[in-house]
């Protein structure tokens, strides 16, 4: 196993709460990690200071052999770590094509003046991003709301925009914010088959849910949080027989 | 364009290309109608390209990125007064204005930078505030520098600027043809702006259907999941500050030469908030719109104020109103009636920061 993304010791405190302690996890190349912990467990937390939302007290992320930079997102997602928002965050004037081509973003190279006196390989990157961007409207099955404006698609296509603008960014790890939160049970199974694709096209995905079915059904190894520390992190079959994590969840005399 | 092709009455919908010739007969023959009434229409016809190509400018930083500025008639300022330094009598430098035009707009493009380093994490009500502090800062020092050193010449302002001389060509001076015909040299002024204006507004159009241009619109959106999908915000809010003080730099040139003189008192915060009126009232993002915003907001209270008077005083047989009161008072009126009727502005922005047809037109897409 190749190890894609290792956290080691990430500490975070906001104030006198410390929302993380000492987490430490690894991430193998190929595989859906799945992270899970009751509310304020601190999943999103670890989320923001993977992306370069936030700037971790302690600890460090190696991804693909080297050390990521610390709160620069925009230097996170070019070394290819993507993620999506638990609540959807969407470019909502643009359509669901534009919010795609936004994603092609670091992928590509189009400058100032390139685009000014539109150069040759300016307008030529700009048909292959348009293309790419159909492409992967297609992929995740919302292609006929190209031209729609973000803002007016339904929820569940909203959340599949948001993952194919993730994709975008040519990422070897995605990074999901309960992506099945709010889908009934035919959207979630849509949304189960879209991330197994994904996962087979070589994509690592690293998923944040409360859907305990959904992640013990899809995830090839779990990790659980609570109050800021990591529990346990294996494979699901493991992780549904521990007492700690039962305890977690349900409390202490549910544990026996 | 295809915004202006599509206001056409009747043709605009029914056929485009008879709307289409009609805008640009419109365009070209506007100065002439105008003279037909008299030369100080033409006049400020020529004031409206300007504020058209102001209204440009700022609906780049406004419309596209979503940065409210309120001081952006500073950067006019700098473009104004990089003429009078570098072709005026003032310090006896006389530079062609190939230089001197792409010094103003270098000169407010810098500006422009160091507006936005401050304000880069300032977002809606307080980078409005410090935005308007900083058009206030430009224009006191343009009042006050003429002491100990005079550079500005203060409140006086800067008389005596060159002309707009292209190739040895004065654009101010009158071609004569024969000794009864001649061309008015506002009217030159016109085409000269004019060409101006076109340069710009297809200049933006581009920056607008291209990767910096979704880069702001992104940023506009949520600047968050743009940092998310990889976007250097502050680096694409910096480009957007800088690239629309350049189309204010290079308007306040045009101002310069045009004019014949500058003083601060044509950079108050009044005229910064006319520009931001003229975006929001053609409609924010919405080139064509905003286009329209700043030809109507120039034009009906200069319409206004010629009229004011003689239909008054033939109503009333007084003048009860003062045209400048007048004036003010139908452009709030305006404005109101313009956020309650069409929040939007005359012509509201729909997204476009792509061309879909590239790859979309033998695809089926709904709407």
Known sequence: ?256 | MDELVRIVPYFGTHNPKVARAIVLALILVAPILALGIGPAWVRILDFALLYVMLAVGLNLVVGFAGLLDLGYIAFYAVGAYTWAFLASPHFGVHLPFWIVLPLGAGFAALAGVILGFPVLRLRGDYLAIVTLGFGEIVRIFMNNLNHPINITNGPQGINMLDSLHIFGWDVSRRIVITDSFSINSLLLYYYVFLAFVTLSVILVQRLQVSRIGRAWAAIRDDDLAAKAVGINVRNCKLLAFAMGATFGGVAGGLFGAFQGFVSPESFSLMESIIVLAMVVFGGMGNIGGVIIGALLLSWLPEVLRSYAVPMQTALFGQVLLDPEILRMLVYALALIFMMLLRPSGLMPAHSRYSRPDLVLANKRVGP
């Open chain 1, 1 to 256: 196993m190749i190890k894609l993304l290792e956290a080691q010791g990430i500490c975070k405190h906001f104030g006198g709460l410390q929302a993380l302690t000492d987490v430490s996890l690894s991430i193998n190349k190929g595989e859906i990690y799945g992270l899970i912990g009751p509310n304020g467990a601190g999943k999103t937390t670890f989320f923001n200071v993977l992306s370069g939302a936030y700037t971790p007290d302690a600890g460090e992320f190696v991804f693909a052999g080297s050390q990521l930079p610390y709160g620069e997102a925009h230097k996170i997602v070019e070394r290819g770590i993507a993620r999506t928002f638990q609540n959807i965050r969407l470019f909502r004037e643009l359509t669901a094509l534009e919010n795609v081509m936004v994603g092609h973003h670091t992928r590509s190279h189009a400058g100032l003046f390139g685009i000014l006196f539109q150069r040759k390989q300016v307008r030529e990157e700009e048909r292959l991003v348009t293309e790419r961007a159909y492409e992967l409207l297609k992929y995740v099955g919302i292609e006929r709301f190209a031209n729609t404006v973000s803002k007016n698609l339904s929820y569940g296509d909203q959340r599949r925009l948001e993952i194919a603008r993730a994709l975008a960014t040519e990422p070897q790890l995605l990074a999901l914010d309960e992506p099945a939160a709010g889908m009934n049970a035919t959207e979630t199974t849509h949304l189960r088959s879209l991330i197994e694709t994904i996962r087979h096209d070589g994509v690592t995905v690293l998923l944040i849910e409360h859907d305990v079915k959904l992640v013990m059904g899809l995830c090839d190894r779990v990790a659980v949080l609570d109050f800021g520390k990591k529990l346990v992190e294996d494979v699901p079959a493991v992780v549904q027989r521990s007492a700690a994590v039962i305890e977690a969840y349900l409390g202490g005399a549910h544990a026996a």
